[in-house]
T-cell receptor
Framework: QQQVKQSPQSLIVQKGGISIINCAYE??????FPWYQQFPGKGPALLIA?????SEKKEGRFTISFNKSAKQFSLHIMDSQPGDSATYFC??????????FGTGTRLKVLA | NAGVMQNPRHLVRRRGQEARLRCSPM?????VYWYRQLPEEGLKFMVY????????ESGMPKERFSAEFPKEGPSILRIQQVVRGDSAAYFC?????????????FGQGTRLTVV
């Protein structure tokens, strides 16, 4: 119940394409869903986050889609760029401090 | 305003030695969290501390691991008698003291290698 399942494990996208990463959860107590971007040798950096009272949030080229009934949320990266190549983690927070992270998706955007 | 500072960035220890990882939170932040990232895995919660208090250590291994956040100075994650399985990236995050939840900011991590 405390898991967040993330897919795919790796993703290769052409420059300008759309990258889509999916996450699913079981625990209905989760009420905050951030996405983190991590470059090699660096710490995770918050990219975008959503609460379950909205179905979509957009910030620049990054969009979170949230389906509360299906307990799923996804990250869409529009017009993907080589500089977006990184590992992306979804996470969920059950109203406290204990982030539950997905296992990560390694994205490679080809030039 | 400097971010969360962790040192060392890389640490190599022989089996049986002790590892000490330091974390200085962002200015004005009084909550510190430690996470561990094993190769090819997501981050796993270890411990949550406030100044001089351990709030939640449910993610800490029962033996050899300890954490502190003294009144003065950085938070320390201490691993005694390290084993190969302790090799991982250890991340510290911090957040300010408020009644509401706020985002936690992560440091760049300490990569521990046990040889």
């Amino acid at each position: 119940q405390q898991q967040v399942k993330q897919s795919p494990q790796s993703l290769i996208v052409q420059k300008g394409g759309i990258s889509i990463i999916n996450c699913a959860y079981e625990n209905t107590a989760f009420d905050y869903f951030p996405w983190y971007q991590q470059f090699p040798g660096k710490g995770p950096a918050l990219l975008i986050a959503i609460r379950p009272d909205v179905s979509e949030k957009k910030e620049g080229r990054f969009t979170i889609s949230f389906n509360k009934s299906a307990k799923q949320f996804s990250l869409h990266i529009m017009d993907s760029q080589p500089g977006d190549s990184a590992t992306y983690f979804c996470a969920a927070l059950p109203g406290t401090y204990k982030y539950i992270f997905g296992t990560g998706t390694r994205l490679k955007v080809l030039a | 305003n400097a971010g969360v500072m962790q040192n060392p960035r890389h640490l190599v220890r022989r089996r049986g030695q002790e590892a000490r990882l330091r974390c200085s939170p962002m200015k004005g932040h009084s909550h510190v969290y430690w996470y561990r990232q094993l190769p090819e895995e997501g981050l796993k919660f270890m411990v949550y501390l406030q100044k001089e208090n351990i709030i939640d250590e449910s993610g800490m291994p029962k033996e050899r691991f300890s954490a502190e956040f003294p009144k003065e100075g950085p938070s320390i994650l201490r691993i005694q008698q390290v084993v190969r399985g302790d090799s991982a990236a250890y991340f510290c995050a911090s957040s300010p003291l408020t009644d509401d939840f706020t985002e936690a900011f992560f440091g760049q991590g300490t990569r521990l290698t046990v040889v």
